[in-house]
């Protein structure tokens, strides 16, 4: 069974820096676009950042110039440096790839696929 396994949450302080990772675990056949959401109580998910398979990088305005996401092919996993946190930055974050597999038929699949989500929080 195919996973996103995420690791690196915690408690801060404001100002300080986290760097989350996320690796995927099972059989695939290769990863698409990967990125990071949060979701803080009482809200939506929210895209943080995205990057290609190429690298090509997006962020939401909120964390352009803090955070910086990045992967490693040969691992299949996906990081998210965050520096300068803030309080506002807590939120659960959750890890999200397009899996490419084969299934059971032999055919490719592209799958959608969220890792378990993993606790930011940053106190003033």
């Known amino acids: 069974q195919v996973q996103l396994v995420e690791s690196g949450g915690g408690l801060v302080q404001a100002g300080e820096s986290l760097r989350l990772s996320c690796a995927t675990s099972?059989?695939?056949?290769?990863?698409?676009?990967m990125a990071w959401y949060r979701q803080a109580p009482g809200w939506q998910r929210d895209l943080v950042a995205s990057?290609?398979?190429?690298?090509?990088?997006n962020y939401a305005d909120s964390v352009k110039g803090r955070f910086t996401i990045s992967r490693d092919n040969a691992k299949n996993t996906v990081y998210l440096q965050m520096n300068s946190l803030k309080p506002e930055d807590t939120a659960v974050y959750y890890c999200?790839?397009?899996?490419?597999?084969?299934?059971?038929?032999?055919?490719?699949?592209?799958?959608?696929?969220w890792g378990q989500g993993t606790q930011v929080t940053v106190s003033s």
């Open positions: 999200n790839a397009g899996l490419v597999l084969r299934d059971q038929l032999g055919n490719t699949r592209l799958i959608n696929n």
């Open positions: 099972g059989s695939i056949l290769g990863i698409n676009t």
């Open positions: 990057i290609s398979r190429g690298g090509s990088t």
